[in-house]
Every structure is written in C-alpha cells, then in structure tokens.
C-alpha cells in the first residue's frame, strides 16, 4: 500500500499561475531576442559579403571597360582618318592614302552580373537606397550598350558594307580602291561610313561614362547627381584626345 500524502501548500494559486506565464513570457522574448540577434548578424555578414563583391566587381568593370574604351579610341582616330581621306578623293580628286588600320587588341567586355544577381534575390534591400541608385549606374549604361547601341552598330554595318561593297577592288586584295570608284559611290560609302562612325563614337562615349561612374563608386561617391558629373568630366576629356571629323559636303 502507498502512501499519499496531501501537499503542505496549495500548488495552483494565482500567484503560481501569474509566475508560470511571466517565464513563459520572459523566455519567449528571449528568444525573440536572441533570433533577431543571430538575424541581425547574419543581414549584416550579408551586407558586407555582397559590399565586397561590388567593390570587386566595380574594378573588373573599370579595367574592362578602360582596356575596351582604349581599343574604340584608337579605331575612332583611324576611321576619322579613313573619313577624311575620302572626303579628299571626293572633294579634292587627291588619291586616297591611310595607314593600315590598327590592330586591335583583345579585351572583355563588361559586366555587371554580381549586381544583376543581387538585384533577382532581393538582396539589394540590404542596401541604403543611396547606395541602391548609385550602383543602377554602371547597370543603366550597360544594358543601353547592349540594347541601342550595339544593335545599331549592327544595322550600321550592314549598311556600310553594302555601300561600300560596290567600289571596285585592288587588284589581288578585298580592299576598296577608292582612287578609281565612281563619285557617286564615294559618296555613298562615305555616308554610310559617317554613320558607322557616329554609331561607334556613341558606343565609346558610354564606355567612357562607366569609367568616371565605376571609379565614382568606387571613391566612395553615392550621389547620383555627382557620378552624372564625373561622367560628363571624363567624356569632355575624352572627346579632345579624339580627332575631329568633319561633316560630309
């Protein structure tokens, strides 16, 4: 036989009950707390992770994009010369005579899929908004590269090749003979060479834009306003150590 024996104290008064909730309470917001901690930390390595890819991102953009400017600048000044050579056989009836054109280098076009990337997940929202705007930059220029200009480079290419597919050839070569072509299809190369040339000019002008917008970045800038103009800065600097192309007559 047990023997039960009644408790010396009553086991459920409201004093016991108010206790049991308070550290039902008190350990709920413990780890309510101790969740946004660990949350907290974690958001915060995030943030960081993704600041140090940007930042390496920013300077793979700005060597690519300098190694790619670099090459559009030389071509730029020899078609200019190309341009101004026919202007003279037209014009002046003096022969043709440019230097070969240059060869041109290898380079890796830019990109931004770090930034994409992040933008998909959503973890761009760990981001100020500031630095959020600042960041669209490189992407804005990038994607009107690859939208506008690169698609009317192509148009204007094709139109340059048909233009200029109708002058005869130097004997033994696939190179135009310009000194014997007919004027009318002088012109005609000649204006569809202008326009090939305006296309490309516009296609360095943007690089030329994502170097001061990356370098921008990359000091620390996240002005918006200020990057447009240390795009404008670099693109007036550009355009003087390019030379100058004269309008058709």
């Keep these: 036989m047990i023997d039960v024996h009644p408790p010396h ?8 009950f108010f206790i049991h909730i308070a550290t039902i309470c008190i350990g709920l917001l ?6 946004q901690s660990v949350e907290t930390i974690h958001r915060h390595h995030q943030r960081q992770e993704l600041l140090e890819q940007l930042d390496a991102e920013h300077r793979q953009i700005l060597k690519d994009a300098t190694g790619a400017a670099n090459n559009d600048e030389m071509f730029l000044n020899w078609y200019a010369g190309h341009i101004a050579a026919l202007q ?17 280098g290898i380079y890796k076009v830019p990109a931004d ?34 939208a506008e200009i690169m698609e009317s480079a192509r148009v204007q290419n094709t139109i340059l090749i048909a233009a200029c597919g109708r002058l005869p050839l130097l004997p033994g070569t696939s ?26 000019r516009a296609a360095y002008a943007l690089k030329i834009y994502l170097i001061a917008a990356a370098q921008s970045i990359l000091n620390g800038e996240t002005d918006v306003d200020r990057i447009n103009g240390h795009e404008i ?7 003087l150590r390019l030379r100058p192309v004269a309008l058709p007559r």
């Design 9 to 16: 104290a009553p086991t459920h008064t409201w004093r016991d």
């Design 30 to 35: 413990i780890a309510i707390a101790l969740e």
């Design 88 to 104: 003279t056989v037209i014009t002046q009836h003096q022969p043709y005579a440019v230097p070969p054109r240059p060869a041109i």
């Design 113 to 146: 899929p770090v930034w994409r990337a992040a933008k998909a997940s959503g973890l761009t929202s760990l981001l100020p908004q500031q630095v959020v705007v600042a960041n669209s930059e490189p992407e804005s220029l990038l994607t009107r590269e690859d």
């Design 175 to 200: 190179t135009p003979d310009y000194n014997h072509a007919d004027v009318h299809d002088l012109r005609d190369c000649l204006a569809a060479s202008m326009s090939y040339y305006a296309v490309r």
């Design 233 to 239: 800065e670099a693109a007036n600097a550009a355009r």
